[in-house]
């Protein structure tokens, strides 16, 4: 009787045993599953605002484009405004747009563009980089239609979405550089006031490309993530919002088409009569 009574009790600090066990296991895992689902819905929460500072930029700097005063009077071709001018970016983070004679990557110019000074969701401020034929200072030759964008863009699975030596490059390209990592070339991105105007802690390298080292019209533009290793590990998590030329047209083309119209009709009401038009060789109305 001794010896079931013993075996019994076995029995029930096994079985004890075993509820505490799967009790645990039970929290163990509940609690992973809260921790993994908090960290994706922040993670959606970035995103969402990532994306919504990129569209919001990317209005601002079309809205720019389409309400150039071009009123002032001008000599030259770089000092006459013309719709579609970009401002230049920001090269000492004070979000007010520099001369692109240096570089024409920096920071979003926010404060010329008029916005709050906007971050994406890793409180960062956001890049910029604008093709040279639309830049605002210093401006090279004449902007119309023809006009083409000369950054070129590289997707996740590395292929070229915006062309620079072709009618497909980007005109501009606004950049969220996300959380700080380790560079392909070693350098661990840290964030610090030293380093706040050096794209290198910023933007990253992959597919053979670096958004640090932009340079127009040339196919070493950008690249846009997010790209992983071999291993699952981010290396790129730059994402891109471009502005290609059909953007810019459509946005400027009713501001140009009301300007064309109302000197008409100034001349109109000045002489009484329309203007003819203008011979077809005649170099100066060409371009």
């Known amino acids: 009787m001794v010896m079931k009574n013993h075996y019994n009790n076995l029995q029930n600090q096994t079985g004890a045993t075993l509820i505490v066990l799967a009790v645990v296991l039970v929290l163990v895992s509940t609690?992973?599953?809260?921790?993994?689902l908090n960290a994706n819905n922040i993670k959606v929460?970035?995103?969402?605002?990532?994306?919504?500072?990129?569209?919001?930029?990317?209005?601002?700097?079309?809205?720019?484009?389409?309400?150039?005063?071009?009123?002032?009077?001008?000599?030259?071709i770089s000092?006459?405004?013309r719709p579609g001018d970009l401002p230049c970016p920001d090269?000492?983070?004070?979000?007010?747009?520099?001369?692109?004679?240096?570089?024409?990557l920096g920071r979003l110019p926010w404060v010329t563009l008029g916005l709050n000074d906007l971050r994406d969701g890793d409180n960062e401020r956001l890049w910029y980089a604008v093709s040279t034929n639309f830049k605002n200072n210093p401006r090279i030759g004449r902007l119309n239609s023809d006009t083409l964008g000369t950054i070129n863009v590289t997707n996740q699975n590395n292929k070229v979405v915006n062309n620079a030596v072709s009618s497909t490059?980007?005109?501009?390209?606004?950049?969220?550089?996300g959380a700080p990592l380790t560079r392909q070339d070693g350098v661990q991105q840290s964030r610090s006031s030293l380093n706040q105007n050096l794209s290198t802690h910023y933007l990253d390298i992959a597919l053979g490309e670096d958004n640090a080292n932009f340079v127009d019209s040339n196919?070493?533009?950008?690249?846009?993530?997010?790209?992983?290793?071999?291993?699952?590990?981010?290396?790129?998590?730059?994402?891109?919002?471009?502005?290609?030329?059909?953007?810019l047209l459509n946005a400027i083309e009713p501001r140009i088409a009301a300007e064309i119209k109302k000197a008409?009709?100034?001349?109109?009401?000045?002489?009484?009569?329309?203007?003819?038009?203008a011979v077809f060789s005649d170099s100066t109305c060409l371009g």
Do not use: W
């Not at 609690?31 to 993994?36: K, R």
């Not at 500072?53 to 071009?70: D, F, H, Q, R, W």
């Open 219 to 247: 196919a070493n533009g950008f690249v846009k993530g997010v790209i992983r290793d071999l291993n699952g590990v981010v290396i790129l998590n730059d994402q891109l919002m471009e502005i290609s030329r059909i953007e």
């Open 31 to 36: 609690s992973i599953f809260f921790s993994e």
């Open 169 to 177: 490059g980007a005109v501009a390209v606004i950049i969220s550089s």
């Open 264 to 277: 008409i009709l100034d001349y109109y009401n000045v002489y009484h009569y329309y203007p003819y038009p």
């Open 79 to 81: 000092s006459c405004r």
């Open 45 to 76: 929460a970035r995103d969402k605002k990532t994306a919504a500072v990129l569209n919001e930029a990317k209005k601002a700097l079309l809205s720019y484009a389409s309400t150039v005063y071009i009123g002032a009077a001008c000599t030259s």
């Open 91 to 104: 090269l000492n983070n004070d979000g007010i747009s520099d001369s692109c004679l240096g570089n024409a």
